[in-house]
């Protein structure tokens, strides 16, 4: 299993599963059937009201809890120093866990929320209850505000990135200030069905005997981002995780960075104040 990493020397598994919109019933399978078959990384957040079935799973799987990479979220109605530090420990307790072992902030909310939510991650990272930190929905300004007025940098950004959403800028500026970019909606998430059907991804899966999301997958891979595709379906679990017998050469990757048309699916996070 590949792993990154952190800023930190924490190592994170490259490819996760994501449980967004996975009912607590349904993603306690998911997560025991991506544990069965090698997955060691889990994406929750606190809005997705599956901590914790999330947490029982982990812990009915028999793997070691050491060995298992556990991210969730701040949300936004949690944000403040004395919020963030009340809503982290809510959702350790609903995982059942002593620690995660990344805390994100879920969404920007403005730049004097944003450096009281962070200084509250920054006291639980200093406690050990998580043992990275780190941010989502951040463009290169958001992250600049941190690194300016706080003490220890993210470890973390992850945002909407896929085949049709590179972000190579981004991806350029977190590797020059050594934060590792992690991307969500990897198959396009509802319009998945796009994806599935773009031409140059059937020809470059068609090449490799391999199926389109896990060429989607594996282009991130090979850009060394953090990839969590979500998915409650056991033989799409597995087939997702199945990234690490193949390489895309040069050409495929110039052929991919082609498709990039900028445009979002999830909305823009300067616009919008949930
Ligand atoms: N930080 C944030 O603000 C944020 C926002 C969005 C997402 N995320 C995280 O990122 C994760 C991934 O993003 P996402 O869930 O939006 O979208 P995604 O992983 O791009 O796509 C998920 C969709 O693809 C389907 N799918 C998965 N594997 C497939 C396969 N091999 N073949 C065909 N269909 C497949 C899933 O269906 P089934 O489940 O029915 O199989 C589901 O409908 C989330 O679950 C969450 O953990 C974070």
């Known amino acids: 299993m590949k792993k990154v990493k952190l800023n930190n020397g924490t190592e994170m598994p490259i490819v996760g599963l994501g449980t ?111 043992k990275a930190i780190g941010v989502s929905n951040y463009n290169i300004h958001h992250l600049m505000n941190i690194i300016n007025n706080c003490e220890i940098p993210p470890m973390v950004n992850q945002v909407e990135t896929h085949v049709t959403l590179q972000n190579h800028f981004l991806h350029e500026y977190c590797l020059e200030n050594n934060i590792q970019l992690e991307a969500y909606a990897p198959l396009m998430s509802s319009r998945i069905k796009e994806l599935l059907k773009n031409e140059v991804m059937l020809k470059i899966a068609e090449k490799y005997n391999k199926t389109v999301p896990q060429i989607a997958i594996r282009w991130l891979v090979e850009r060394n981002i953090v990839v969590i595709p979500k998915s409650v379906t056991p033989s799409r679990i597995i087939s997702n995780y199945d990234v690490f017998d193949f390489s895309l050469d040069e050409e495929d990757m110039k052929e991919i960075r082609k498709i990039n048309t900028g445009r979002k699916i999830f909305v823009e996070f300067d616009n919008v104040d949930y």
Do not use: C
């Open 20 to 130: 967004w919109l996975s009912a607590p019933e349904d993603v306690y399978n998911a997560v025991l059937t991506a544990l069965k078959n090698g997955y060691r990384h889990i994406d929750t957040a606190m809005i997705y009201r599956n901590e914790e079935a999330i947490g029982k799973a982990i812990k009915d799987s028999g793997v070691k809890r050491e060995e298992i990479f556990v991210t969730t979220k701040l949300w936004n109605t949690d944000q403040g120093y004395e919020q963030a530090l009340k809503a982290f420990d809510v959702s350790l307790k609903k995982l059942g866990l002593d620690y995660v072992d990344l805390y994100l902030i879920h969404w920007f909310k403005g730049y004097k929320k944003a450096v009281e939510s962070y200084r509250a991650l920054e006291s639980i990272y200093k406690s050990g209850k998580a």
